[in-house]
Structure formats: structure tokens, C-alpha cells
């Protein structure tokens, strides 16, 4: 490839990287997109997409298996094909990785697979600097700054950069990734037959997926979370639901609970737990669960490694690039995603939390567009949803209950609380999945909606209402007087706006 200049080089190819430089080029953006494995990055290969296809295969074997004679459906032999399980997901990610290179194409995006080194920022009129570097290794996803190539294919320049690299799972000091015993969530993924037992640590979104996943089809899983409560983000009172009808279908939960040592044997795994009470593990008691497979489920951090040249200074924070973007800000403040190299930016998990696809999406396009000179809406963090795809789901978006109180405000004075469990609910019954809460919290005196939790089929998909709500700021009234049709699953959220007015009709 010879040299090249750009407007935009974007790195990266996954939600961040491939949606930016599509908008770059409908803004009439010459752009270059650098990806050093396949478009989509890990959400669509590995991560978000695949994962859900798997989910949806557990969920339809859980109402074979588990509750066919509810429904008048019997199985003299009921069996799982694991290999077609996994290559049903693996095919759902080809077809849509295959989707973006057409894209790229109808938008004139020019495409290079490899690892690129960003050498030099914009100085006055000289541009920033890119070098592009052949990869050694098969797994680009995972290889390290040792695997490049030491003398550089092609060298290219542009006047901005937008880095949208993405993030790496963590792993513990003492339990390194081995991609056998010791796995993250893309070998968990990928398995090439079901593991008889495994330990989860970490009941995150991730842990949990994974656990609802392998539990359905019959592997014996134990779930390690050192906090108190499963799915530590979302509401209390929502994940304490969850966790007990988990622990009804014969998961192994443990909260409070520290992993200190992790062993591989010959069979599999030997992991150490312990109690963790007031920062710290009580060593007097802990246990040893021997499983075949241990998955890591701790969390996520940028991954920028050999992606900047040293002498440029680079400022990192907590493991993620530094932009002008802090947790926390509202969209009334301006963010650009600037880190502190001139023309050069940073968008989606590089940046730090929340780790979430459609916000990398979001922040890509806001980014592209003020360095195409435009002026966009900025991005209201506090309506962005947040999504567990385990079945029931679980969803939300505002403010928890917990975090209401932390600011000081009052159950009765400040805010009143609308719950509509769904035993009762008629859609719910009539499609076997009455398992379920909707609580919704409202501001007084106005009524304006300050948060939704969801736990019950369907929650990713009925948040959607609840978002809308919020960035509109509309009120429980306003929620209650909009006909909501019947029979279906959203009826649930207008009950819960009745009664958080005190009017519920069917609670």
C-alpha cells in the first residue's frame, strides 16, 4: 500500500471504530479504518452478538427441556448437538462480519488489516502519523506488541485519528488465561464440548450470561461474586429476585465470597474461596470447589498495547486512555473525546466505563461529528440502558433506589417507587413466564421518571419505552395516560407507573 493522507483514520473496527468511520464518510470524511483482526472487533465476533445467539439457543432448549409439559409437548430423546450449537453462533457472527466489508464498501471506506502505531500527533500543519505493521500471529485478538512485525508495510497520515480499540478481560494476579482451564469469555464461548462443571468468577452481565447459558444445558456451575449481591450495578431488589430463582433451579451462588487460588490439575481446576467480610478474605474458612473449568468474569480494560509510540506521552487512567470524557458528566457539558495529543481521540471501552456497545456507537459518531465541524446533541449518560441477556433479562436504566439514597433523598418525600411483580400479569401467564418484576421510580412533586428495573422475559427489549421516557423527561402520568396495548409485556410498565402513584389495577 503506498503512503496515504486522510481526514480521519479511524483504529478499530468493532461498534466505536466501524460506526465512526461510516459517519465520517457520510460527512464527507476520506477515511481509513485500521483493524488488526476481523470487522466488528469482539462484540460482533466474539462478544455481544455471538453470546446472544448462544443465549437464545438455551433458552429455547430450557422451554423444551424444562418446561415441555407445561406446554403439551413431550420428547422421548431429547438431545443437544453442542457442535451445532457453537457453530450456529460462530455463523451468526460470519454473515454479520461480512455485512460491515459491504458497508465499508458502499460508503468508499477504505479497509487494512493490521496493527497500527500512531508515531506522532498533529504539530501545526504536519499531520498525525500512522504506521501499519503485519501481524505474525493467527489470533490477532490476542497476540502482543512482540507478535508485529519489526519494520513497519506502509506508513499513512491523516489529520485526526479516532482510536476505538476497545478492551481485554482481566484476569487475577494468580490465575493467568490459558485458554484451557483458565478461560475468559470468548473460549467459554467456543467450547468445543460442555464442560460437566465449571466455576464462574465474577456474576457481572458477563458472568451471569454465561452461567444461565451452561446451567441450562446441564453444566453443574458455581457462581463466586465478592460483593453482596449478583449483578452488583443494577437494583437490589431486582437482582435478590433473580438470584433466588437461580438458586430455586439448582445454581450454586455465592456472594460475599473472594476466589484466593486458583490450581490447574490434571482433571481440571482446584479454586479457593473465601468469606469477604470488611475488605478482606477470612482465610479461617475457605473452601476448595474442584470443577473442570474455571471463567474469569472480573471485568475489562483498554487495550492499547504497542498502539503508542512511547515518546508521545500518552495519559492513561485506571488501565483506559484519558479523554475530557469523566463518568458522570451530563449532556449539558461538552465532550469532544480529546485525549491530550492534539488530533488524536478516543471512544467506547478504551475510554473506561460504561462498557457497553451502544454507547462506543454513540460517543464514535458524537466524536466524528465536532471534528467535522458540526455541533451535535451531546450524549445524556444518565439515559443510557444497561442490558443482562440470562433468562429472565434484566434491564434498566436511571437511577437505582441505592443510589437515590446515597444523594440524600427520601422514600415518601423525594421519590415514591412503583412494583408490579408478574404472577398475575395475563401475557406473562399465557406465555409461560410470569417469573418477574417491574419497578419504576418517579421524582416528587412532579412524577418525572427517575429510573426503571426490569427483570422478566422480554427486559432488554421493553426497556426501550423506559429510555424514551427519560431523555424526554416524562412523568408517571404521562406514562400511565398512553394506552399501552393488551395482551402484551408492556402492559407491565403501565401497571408499575399506576402504582407508583398508588393505583395499580392488577397488583
Not at 444461565?212 to 449478583?230: Q, S
Not at 433523598?409 to 417507587?417: L, N, P, R, T, W
Amino acid at each position: 500500500m503506498a503512503e496515504k493522507h486522510y481526514d480521519l483514520i479511524v483504529i478499530g473496527g468493532g461498534p466505536a471504530g466501524y460506526v465512526g468511520a461510516i459517519r465520517a464518510a457520510q460527512l464527507g470524511l476520506k477515511t481509513l479504518c485500521i483493524e488488526r483482526d476481523k470487522l466488528g472487533g469482539v462484540c460482533l465476533n466474539w462478544g455481544c452478538i455471538p453470546t446472544k445467539a448462544l443465549l437464545a439457543n438455551a433458552e429455547l432448549y430450557e422451554k423444551a427441556h424444562g418446561e415441555g409439559a407445561a406446554w403439551g409437548l413431550e420428547f422421548d430423546h431429547l438431545r443437544v448437538n453442542w457442535e451445532k450449537v457453537i457453530g450456529r453462533s460462530r455463523g451468526v457472527a460470519d454473515k454479520l462480519n461480512k455485512g460491515i466489508g459491504f458497508l465499508f464498501k458502499k460508503n468508499k471506506i477504505d479497509h487494512e488489516q493490521a496493527h497500527a502505531k500512531i508515531v506522532s500527533g498533529r504539530k501545526g500543519d504536519k499531520p498525525c502519523k500512522v504506521e501499519l505493521y503485519d501481524c505474525t500471529v493467527k489470533d490477532t485478538l490476542t497476540h502482543a506488541p512482540a507478535d508485529i512485525e519489526k519494520k513497519p508495510r506502509a506508513t499513512v497520515t491523516a489529520d485526526n485519528i479516532l482510536v476505538a480499540t476497545g478492551s481485554v478481560a482481566r484476569d487475577l494476579p494468580f490465575a493467568k488465561f490459558d485458554g484451557d482451564k483458565i478461560i475468559g469469555a470468548r473460549e467459554a464461548m467456543n467450547q468445543p464440548s460442555m464442560p460437566e462443571s465449571m466455576v464462574i468468577v465474577g456474576a457481572g452481565a458477563i458472568g451471569m450470561e454465561f452461567a444461565y447459558f451452561y446451567h441450562t444445558f446441564g453444566t453443574k456451575v458455581t457462581v463466586i461474586e465478592m460483593l453482596p449481591r449478583i449483578l452488583p450495578v443494577e437494583d437490589e431488589e431486582i437482582c435478590s429476585a433473580l438470584e433466588k430463582h437461580y438458586k430455586k433451579a439448582g445454581m450454586d451462588i455465592r456472594t460475599s465470597t473472594t476466589t484466593t487460588a486458583v490450581e490447574t490439575t490434571k482433571k481440571g481446576v482446584k479454586v479457593t474461596v473465601a468469606p469477604f467480610k470488611d475488605g478482606k478474605a477470612d482465610e479461617k474458612n475457605k473452601k476448595t470447589i474442584e470443577a473442570d473449568k474455571v471463567l474469569l468474569a472480573i471485568g475489562v480494560k483498554g487495550r492499547y498495547d504497542g498502539l503508542f509510540d512511547d515518546a508521545l506521552g500518552l495519559e492513561i487512567e485506571k488501565d483506559h486512555i484519558k479523554t475530557d470524557y469523566k463518568p458522570g458528566k451530563t449532556q449539558s457539558e461538552e465532550i469532544t473525546y480529546k485525549t491530550n495529543i492534539d488530533g488524536i481521540y478516543a471512544v467506547g471501552d478504551i475510554i473506561g466505563a460504561p462498557w457497553l456497545a451502544h454507547v462506543a456507537s454513540e460517543e464514535a459518531i458524537l466524536a466524528v461529528e465536532r471534528i467535522a465541524g458540526h455541533d451535535p446533541i451531546p450524549l445524556d449518560y444518565s439515559t443510557i440502558p444497561g442490558c443482562t441477556y440470562c433468562h429472565p433479562q434484566v434491564a434498566s436504566v436511571g437511577f437505582t433506589e441505592r443510589a437515590l439514597k446515597d444523594e440524600g433523598m427520601k422514600a415518601g418525600e423525594d421519590y415514591q417507587v412503583g412494583k408490579f411483580p408478574l404472577q398475575s400479569h395475563g401475557k406473562a401467564i399465557a406465555s409461560n413466564s410470569n417469573v418477574g418484576l417491574i419497578k419504576i421510580i418517579r421524582g416528587l412533586p412532579r412524577g418525572e421518571i427517575l429510573g426503571a428495573h426490569l427483570m422478566c422475559d422480554q427486559a432488554t427489549e421493553l426497556i426501550g419505552e423506559m429510555g424514551l421516557a427519560r431523555r424526554l423527561e416524562a412523568t408517571s402520568e404521562e406514562l400511565i395516560v398512553t394506552v399501552h396495548a393488551h395482551p402484551t409485556m408492556y402492559e407491565a410498565l403501565h401497571e408499575a407507573a399506576l402504582a407508583s402513584e398508588g393505583r395499580v389495577i392488577h397488583g
